[in-house]
């Protein structure tokens, strides 16, 4: 099994920032990666696929980045909606997650 | 619009079994894998199990933590996915989302609003 492991697990930050979570996995999954954003109470949402590629209709202050082990998702100007739980996912096989980061208001 | 729409929650006892289903609107059902993921109380997502598309022989793959005791199914005509799970344990109790593989990815595009399952005595 593919494991993930992100860091950091909790994220505290103010309105305007700049943050980066990073994910890492287990073994090489090329670009198979996606990262979703979960509110309380909601399901995730789809924000990144294939590493970097942007989901529809999602803001252009996120982005990820990486390949092989090492990925990361930014965001840039970080806006009141954005503080939430982050995970990342492979799905080079089956599905696994990351245990999710928690982005706060500082 | 897609929407998935999960039902059948609720509380059960150890060991007793328990259908949910997930109705699929707004894309062509089918065409599609379809998913289940799970999230205990307070904890992160977990994945549990697949059925590929028809086009990739509809067959099924499940975590090893629920393998051999849940299994997913599909109703083409009725648009509906669904979870059986038997054998339930304290441990499965959470959230459980339906969600939708696009095309040929394996990644969720689409999530249902979740549905709790509560396993307790």
């Known amino acids: 099994d593919i494991q993930m492991t992100q860091s950091p697990s909790t994220l505290s930050a103010s309105v305007g920032d700049r943050v980066t979570i990073t994910c890492r996995a287990s073994?090489?999954?090329?670009?198979?990666l996606a990262w979703y954003q979960q509110r309380p109470g909601k399901a995730p949402k789809l924000l990144i696929f294939?590493?970097?590629n942007l989901e529809s209709g999602v803001p252009s202050r996120f982005s990820g980045s990486g390949s092989g082990t090492e990925f990361t998702l930014s965001v840039t100007s970080l806006q009141p909606d954005d503080f939430a739980t982050y995970y990342c996912?492979?799905?080079?096989?089956?599905?696994?997650f990351g245990q999710g980061t928690n982005l706060e208001i500082k | 619009e897609v929407q998935l729409v999960e039902s059948g929650g609720g509380l059960v006892q150890p060991g007793r079994s328990l259908r949910l289903s997930c109705t699929a609107s707004?894309?062509?059902?089918?065409?599609?894998?379809m998913n289940w993921v799970r999230q205990a109380p307070g904890k992160g997502l977990e994945w549990v199990g697949f059925?590929?598309?028809?086009?990739?022989?509809?067959?099924?793959e499940y975590a090893a933590s629920v393998k051999g005791r849940f299994s997913i199914s599909i109703n083409d005509s009725k648009t509906i996915a669904y979870l059986q799970m038997n054998s339930l344990k304290t441990e499965d109790t959470g959230v459980y989302y339906c969600?939708?593989?696009?095309?040929?990815?394996?990644?969720?595009?689409?999530w249902g609003q979740g549905t709790l399952v509560t396993v307790s005595s």
């Open positions: 969600t939708r593989w696009t095309g040929g990815a394996s990644y969720s595009s689409n």
């Open positions: 996912q492979q799905y080079y096989s089956y599905n696994s």
């Open positions: 073994q090489s999954i090329g670009d198979a």
């Open positions: 707004g894309f062509t059902f089918g065409d599609d894998a």
């Open positions: 059925v590929r598309r028809k086009v990739s022989g509809g067959t099924t």
């Open positions: 294939q590493a970097s």
